[in-house]
T-cell receptor, first 113, second 114 residues
Framework: QQQVKQSPQSLIVQKGGISIINCAYENTAFDYFPWYQQFPGKGPALLIAIRPDVSEKKEGRFTISFNKSAKQFSLHIMDSQPGDSATYFCAASIAGANSKLTFGKGITLSVRP | KAGVTQTPRYLIKTRGQQVTLSCSPISGHRSVSWYQQTPGQGLQFLFEYFSETQRNKGNFPGRFSGRQFSNSRSEMNVSTLELGDSALYLC?????????????FGPGTRLTVL
């Protein structure tokens, strides 16, 4: 049973456009939701994270929107750049339950020049 | 601060052999987690160590084991390798305390089993 589901599976966006990646989770005990970015040959890098006590968090061009009742959260990349082309993973964990992260399958974002 | 380092970066083994991978966490971090990344299954949690004790374990067979040393460095071992063990093995470190532990990943060890 996949506890964190990402959509779409892949995404192509023009430079300057908005990239939107969605995640849905099943376990209502999850209360920490990070997004990771991974380039080929590298480990995942933490982009931005949110807790369920806020509905939105913005850091530069990256914004997380969180909908607790729908058990969904999404990543918005504004003014997408070719350098944003990477694989993006959403994840979830339970605060206090150690450091175990449950990841979505990941989506490949391509930003066309 | 230096990031998480993993050695070796690449490994080629044959079925039935065993392998040991190493991870050095960010200085001051006491928690080390291991993940397996494959194209089919994505990123899957293996186990976490904190202060030399296994604090959490994922759903992997007993062939996968790990340990942590007093300096927080960690090793994971896979015995009796199978073809399906071919994967990128990632190590992540975090401070280990507090409710929301940011995890920082290393570059991974690419294991190929022939």
């Amino acid at each position: 049973q996949q506890q964190v589901k990402q959509s779409p599976q892949s995404l192509i966006v023009q430079k300057g456009g908005i990239s939107i990646i969605n995640c849905a989770y099943e376990n209502t005990a999850f209360d920490y939701f990070p997004w990771y970015q991974q380039f080929p040959g590298k480990g995942p890098a933490l982009l931005i994270a949110i807790r369920p006590d806020v509905s939105e968090k913005k850091e530069g061009r990256f914004t997380i929107s969180f909908n607790k009742s729908a058990k969904q959260f999404s990543l918005h990349i504004m003014d997408s750049q070719p350098g944003d082309s990477a694989t993006y993973f959403c994840a979830a964990s339970i605060a206090g339950a150690n450091s175990k992260l449950t990841f979505g399958k990941g989506i490949t974002l391509s930003v066309r020049p | 601060k230096a990031g998480v380092t993993q050695t070796p970066r690449y490994l080629i083994k044959t079925r039935g052999q065993q392998v040991t991978l190493s991870c050095s966490p960010i200085s001051g971090h006491r928690s080390v987690s291991w993940y397996q990344q494959t194209p089919g299954q994505g990123l899957q949690f293996l186990f976490e160590y904190f202060s030399e004790t296994q604090r959490n374990k994922g759903n992997f067979p007993g062939r996968f084991s790990g340990r942590q040393f007093s300096n927080s460095r960690s090793e994971m071992n896979v015995s009796t390798l199978e073809l399906g063990d071919s994967a990128l093995y990632l190590c992540a470190s975090s401070p280990g305390q507090g409710s929301y532990n940011e995890q920082f990943f290393g570059p991974g060890t690419r294991l190929t089993v022939l």
